[in-house]
């Protein structure tokens, strides 16, 4: 495997206009995620940047960017042409798409999901133990359905409501993905899939064209920041961890 990790980030957020540039202990959230990501070494990390502004912010900060349409549907939109434009001889063969809302992450996450394609999966991505009752029934919180061995599985399917039902554990999915290469370009090329449009997730398009998404047990869900709220968390919790994330 060759991987390559993209961020997508653009400035029209609806919850948090200009997220990408807040400021969390005064560094902007998307390099606080890219220095993450770096960290992981699992390959180049690049930004898929909407606006200049972003990628003038991560270029500042010794990394690389590619400017994409800001109107495109998606993520995965967004990372697929700017993998296309930064390495169009096709030497990453695995694209690990990384949320830029995750200022906080653990960079092992990101190694993680892509060691999870050696199982010969077209998608991988991650999911974490429910410990709050009060997420069970949250339409928030996507809960994945999984065929489990041990730490990793086969995703069935990923729904908001609770499930599946009766005793046991529940998982929250958490939204960073690997993909082989040819998979993404496969996926962004499928029209939306009528229980994507349902359930308004993604990844069902995958899994009603019969794509293999391994999933992949994790201790802890990272720090989204998606309103002005969860930004106030995300300073309080990085600022006591100065050491860590300087």
Do not use: C
């Amino acid at each position: 495997m060759n991987p390559i990790v993209v961020i997508p980030a653009r400035m029209a957020s609806t919850r948090l206009p200009g997220k990408p540039l807040a400021a969390i202990a005064g560094i902007p959230m998307i390099v606080r995620v890219w220095r993450q990501a770096m960290k992981a070494q699992v390959g180049p990390v690049l930004v898929a940047a909407a606006e200049p502004e972003i990628a003038d912010a991560i270029k500042a900060a010794g990394g690389d960017a590619v400017l994409t349409p800001p109107d495109l549907p998606s993520g995965s939109d967004r990372i697929h042409l700017a993998v296309e434009a930064f390495d169009p001889e096709g030497r990453h063969d695995v694209v690990v798409n990384l949320q830029g809302d995750l200022p906080a992450l653990d960079p092992a996450n990101v190694s993680d999901v892509a060691i999870a394609l050696d199982a010969g999966a077209d998608i991988a991505t991650l999911a974490a133990e429910i410990d709050d009752p009060a997420d069970f029934d949250n339409p928030n919180v996507v809960k994945p359905v999984v065929a489990w061995t041990g730490n990793r599985g086969r995703a069935l399917y990923f729904t908001r409501a609770r499930a599946p039902s009766g005793e046991g554990v529940l998982y929250h999915h958490i939204g960073i993905y690997a993909y082989q290469r040819a998979a993404l370009k496969r996926f962004v090329n499928l029209p939306a899939s009528p229980l994507e449009k349902r359930e308004k997730l993604e990844q069902l398009r995958a899994l009603e064209a019969g794509m293999h998404i391994e999933v992949v047990r994790v201790e802890t869900v990272p720090i989204s920041v998606d309103t002005p709220e969860d930004l106030k968390k995300a300073e309080a919790f990085i600022s006591a961890r100065q050491d860590i994330y300087g």
